[in-house]
Protein backbone atom coordinates (compact mmCIF):
# COMPACT_ATOMS: atom_id res chain seq x y z
CA UNK A 1 0.00 0.00 0.00
CA UNK A 2 1.26 3.75 -1.30
CA UNK A 3 2.60 5.38 1.89
CA UNK A 4 0.91 9.07 2.50
CA UNK A 5 3.37 11.30 2.11
CA UNK A 6 3.20 14.23 5.20
CA UNK A 7 4.64 17.94 5.30
CA UNK A 8 4.68 19.26 8.83
CA UNK A 9 4.29 23.20 9.76
CA UNK A 10 5.31 24.68 12.17
CA UNK A 11 7.18 27.17 13.81
CA UNK A 12 7.81 25.03 16.97
CA UNK A 13 10.64 22.89 16.56
CA UNK A 14 9.42 20.49 19.95
CA UNK A 15 5.70 20.50 18.46
CA UNK A 16 6.84 19.25 15.17
CA UNK A 17 9.11 16.81 16.41
CA UNK A 18 6.12 15.09 18.33
CA UNK A 19 3.93 14.98 15.50
CA UNK A 20 6.43 13.24 12.81
CA UNK A 21 7.39 10.48 16.22
CA UNK A 22 3.49 10.11 16.07
CA UNK A 23 3.46 9.32 12.26
CA UNK A 24 6.20 7.83 11.96
CA UNK A 25 4.82 4.61 14.16
CA UNK A 26 2.91 4.21 11.08
CA UNK A 27 3.51 2.20 8.24
CA UNK A 28 1.04 4.12 6.17
CA UNK A 29 2.33 7.16 6.81
CA UNK A 30 5.15 8.79 6.01
CA UNK A 31 6.93 12.55 7.20
CA UNK A 32 8.93 13.60 4.19
CA UNK A 33 9.64 17.40 5.29
CA UNK A 34 9.27 19.63 7.94
CA UNK A 35 9.08 23.48 7.59
CA UNK A 36 8.98 26.30 10.37
CA UNK A 37 6.84 29.48 8.31
CA UNK A 38 4.77 29.54 5.35
CA UNK A 39 7.82 30.87 2.57
CA UNK A 40 9.84 27.74 3.55
CA UNK A 41 6.50 25.27 3.84
CA UNK A 42 5.66 26.71 0.20
CA UNK A 43 9.27 25.71 -1.25
CA UNK A 44 9.51 22.55 0.04
CA UNK A 45 5.95 21.71 -1.09
CA UNK A 46 6.70 22.27 -4.48
CA UNK A 47 10.49 20.30 -3.98
CA UNK A 48 8.95 17.58 -1.86
CA UNK A 49 5.03 17.17 -3.20
CA UNK A 50 3.50 15.88 -0.32
CA UNK A 51 -0.44 14.27 -0.41
CA UNK A 52 -0.65 16.42 2.46
CA UNK A 53 0.15 19.10 4.97
CA UNK A 54 -0.02 19.50 8.64
CA UNK A 55 0.24 23.65 9.54
CA UNK A 56 -0.22 25.53 12.27
CA UNK A 57 -2.53 28.61 11.54
CA UNK A 58 -0.11 31.06 12.92
CA UNK A 59 3.10 31.15 11.46
CA UNK A 60 5.57 34.39 11.77
CA UNK A 61 6.29 36.56 10.05
CA UNK A 62 3.25 35.78 7.68
CA UNK A 63 0.09 33.57 8.63
CA UNK A 64 -0.86 30.16 7.74
CA UNK A 65 -3.81 31.61 6.31
CA UNK A 66 -1.48 33.55 3.61
CA UNK A 67 0.72 30.35 3.61
CA UNK A 68 -2.65 28.06 2.33
CA UNK A 69 -3.64 30.16 -0.45
CA UNK A 70 -0.02 30.53 -1.99
CA UNK A 71 0.44 26.47 -1.52
CA UNK A 72 -3.38 25.45 -2.68
CA UNK A 73 -2.41 28.05 -6.12
CA UNK A 74 0.60 26.29 -6.88
CA UNK A 75 -0.45 22.44 -6.06
CA UNK A 76 -4.08 22.75 -5.29
CA UNK A 77 -4.45 18.88 -5.19
CA UNK A 78 -2.48 19.01 -2.16
CA UNK A 79 -4.28 18.06 0.92
CA UNK A 80 -4.16 20.87 4.37
CA UNK A 81 -5.03 20.46 7.54
CA UNK A 82 -4.53 23.50 9.82
CA UNK A 83 -3.92 23.18 13.65
CA UNK A 84 -4.78 26.20 16.12
CA UNK A 85 -3.94 26.15 19.94
CA UNK A 86 -7.81 27.64 20.17
CA UNK A 87 -10.76 25.59 19.12
CA UNK A 88 -12.71 29.09 18.71
CA UNK A 89 -10.33 30.37 16.06
CA UNK A 90 -11.75 33.11 14.12
CA UNK A 91 -9.35 31.80 11.23
CA UNK A 92 -11.72 28.32 10.76
CA UNK A 93 -13.96 29.93 8.13
CA UNK A 94 -11.06 31.88 6.03
CA UNK A 95 -9.10 28.84 5.75
CA UNK A 96 -11.75 26.66 4.58
CA UNK A 97 -12.86 29.20 2.34
CA UNK A 98 -9.45 29.18 1.03
CA UNK A 99 -9.03 25.27 0.66
CA UNK A 100 -8.15 23.60 3.79
CA UNK A 101 -9.63 20.01 4.04
CA UNK A 102 -9.34 20.02 7.52
CA UNK A 103 -9.01 22.39 11.06
CA UNK A 104 -7.61 20.58 14.14
CA UNK A 105 -7.01 21.47 17.55
CA UNK A 106 -3.44 21.03 19.07
CA UNK A 107 -4.89 19.33 21.75
CA UNK A 108 -6.15 16.35 19.55
CA UNK A 109 -4.86 12.88 20.66
CA UNK A 110 -2.18 11.34 18.41
CA UNK A 111 -4.85 8.76 17.35
CA UNK A 112 -7.01 11.14 16.47
CA UNK A 113 -4.79 13.36 14.16
CA UNK A 114 -3.88 9.99 12.38
CA UNK A 115 -7.79 9.31 11.52
CA UNK A 116 -8.05 12.62 10.43
CA UNK A 117 -4.83 12.01 7.93
CA UNK A 118 -6.09 8.84 6.43
CA UNK A 119 -9.78 10.13 6.71
CA UNK A 120 -9.11 12.90 4.54
CA UNK A 121 -6.94 11.09 1.82
CA UNK A 122 -10.63 9.13 1.16
CA UNK A 123 -12.49 12.60 0.70
CA UNK A 124 -13.83 13.53 4.16
CA UNK A 125 -13.13 16.61 6.23
CA UNK A 126 -11.57 16.76 9.17
CA UNK A 127 -13.53 18.64 11.85
CA UNK A 128 -13.81 18.32 15.12
CA UNK A 129 -17.59 18.06 16.86
CA UNK A 130 -16.86 21.95 18.00
CA UNK A 131 -15.82 22.91 14.79
CA UNK A 132 -18.33 21.37 12.95
CA UNK A 133 -21.19 22.56 15.21
CA UNK A 134 -19.76 25.88 14.61
CA UNK A 135 -19.44 25.73 10.70
CA UNK A 136 -23.74 24.88 10.80
CA UNK A 137 -24.28 27.25 12.65
CA UNK A 138 -22.41 29.66 10.10
CA UNK A 139 -24.40 28.39 7.23
CA UNK A 140 -27.73 28.60 9.00
CA UNK A 141 -26.58 32.41 9.78
CA UNK A 142 -25.23 32.55 6.35
CA UNK A 143 -28.50 30.99 4.85
CA UNK A 144 -30.98 33.54 6.70
CA UNK A 145 -28.95 36.50 5.51
CA UNK A 146 -29.35 35.45 2.05
CA UNK A 147 -33.15 34.86 2.90
CA UNK A 148 -33.59 38.27 4.15
CA UNK A 149 -31.24 39.60 0.94
CA UNK A 150 -33.31 37.92 -1.74
CA UNK A 151 -36.72 39.14 -0.09
CA UNK A 152 -35.80 42.55 -0.31
CA UNK A 153 -36.05 42.66 -3.70
CA UNK A 154 -39.87 41.99 -3.75
CA UNK A 155 -42.32 44.98 -3.96
CA UNK A 156 -44.53 45.87 -0.73
CA UNK A 157 -47.52 44.05 -3.44
CA UNK A 158 -44.93 41.45 -4.28
CA UNK A 159 -44.90 40.24 -0.77
CA UNK A 160 -48.53 40.68 0.33
CA UNK A 161 -49.00 38.16 -2.98
CA UNK A 162 -46.48 35.66 -1.75
CA UNK A 163 -47.95 36.28 1.50
CA UNK A 164 -51.58 34.91 0.27
CA UNK A 165 -49.71 32.46 -2.27
CA UNK A 166 -47.99 30.70 1.13
CA UNK A 167 -51.81 30.70 2.94
CA UNK A 168 -52.76 28.95 -0.59
CA UNK A 169 -54.95 31.39 -1.62
CA UNK A 170 -56.06 31.17 -5.42
CA UNK A 171 -55.22 34.29 -7.81
CA UNK A 172 -59.18 34.83 -7.62
CA UNK A 173 -59.02 34.83 -3.77
CA UNK A 174 -55.25 36.97 -3.75
CA UNK A 175 -57.50 39.38 -5.91
CA UNK A 176 -60.53 39.93 -3.88
CA UNK A 177 -58.20 40.01 -0.92
CA UNK A 178 -56.14 42.82 -2.44
CA UNK A 179 -58.86 44.54 -4.53
CA UNK A 180 -56.44 44.12 -8.17
CA UNK A 181 -57.66 42.07 -10.94
CA UNK A 182 -56.64 38.64 -11.63
CA UNK A 183 -54.08 39.32 -14.45
CA UNK A 184 -52.36 41.97 -12.16
CA UNK A 185 -51.95 38.78 -9.78
CA UNK A 186 -50.92 37.03 -12.37
CA UNK A 187 -47.95 39.47 -13.15
CA UNK A 188 -47.24 39.58 -9.68
CA UNK A 189 -46.98 36.14 -9.46
CA UNK A 190 -44.69 35.56 -12.59
CA UNK A 191 -42.13 38.38 -10.80
CA UNK A 192 -42.18 36.73 -7.58
CA UNK A 193 -41.15 33.32 -9.23
CA UNK A 194 -38.51 35.50 -11.20
CA UNK A 195 -37.40 37.01 -8.37
CA UNK A 196 -36.87 33.92 -6.09
CA UNK A 197 -35.47 32.02 -8.62
CA UNK A 198 -38.65 29.28 -8.41
CA UNK A 199 -40.72 27.62 -10.78
CA UNK A 200 -44.43 27.37 -9.87
CA UNK A 201 -46.31 28.96 -6.82
CA UNK A 202 -46.40 25.58 -4.94
CA UNK A 203 -42.32 26.08 -4.57
CA UNK A 204 -43.19 29.79 -3.89
CA UNK A 205 -45.52 28.75 -0.68
CA UNK A 206 -43.10 26.08 0.22
CA UNK A 207 -40.25 28.35 0.16
CA UNK A 208 -42.30 31.55 2.11
CA UNK A 209 -43.48 28.73 5.03
CA UNK A 210 -40.17 27.38 5.27
CA UNK A 211 -37.91 30.64 5.65
CA UNK A 212 -40.06 32.06 8.48
CA UNK A 213 -41.19 35.15 6.17
CA UNK A 214 -44.50 34.91 7.65
CA UNK A 215 -46.18 33.85 10.68
CA UNK A 216 -48.15 30.69 10.27
CA UNK A 217 -52.02 31.45 10.51
CA UNK A 218 -54.35 29.07 12.89
Not at 4 to 10: C, E, F, G, N, R
Not at 11 to 26: K, T
Not at 185 to 195: E, N, P, Q, R
Given at each position: ?41 LAKA ?108 LTPR ?61
Open positions: MEQIKVLIVDDHALFRQGVRSAIEREGDIQVVGEAENGAEARKLNPDLILMDIHLPPGSGLEAVSAIKGALPKVKIIMLTVHEQDENLFEAIKLGAEGFLSKKVRAQALLRSVRGVMRGEAALSRQMTARILKEFARLAEMQVGNITTQEKQVLEKISEGSSNKEIALALCISQNTVKTHVASILHKLHLHNRSQAAEYAQRSGLYDKRE
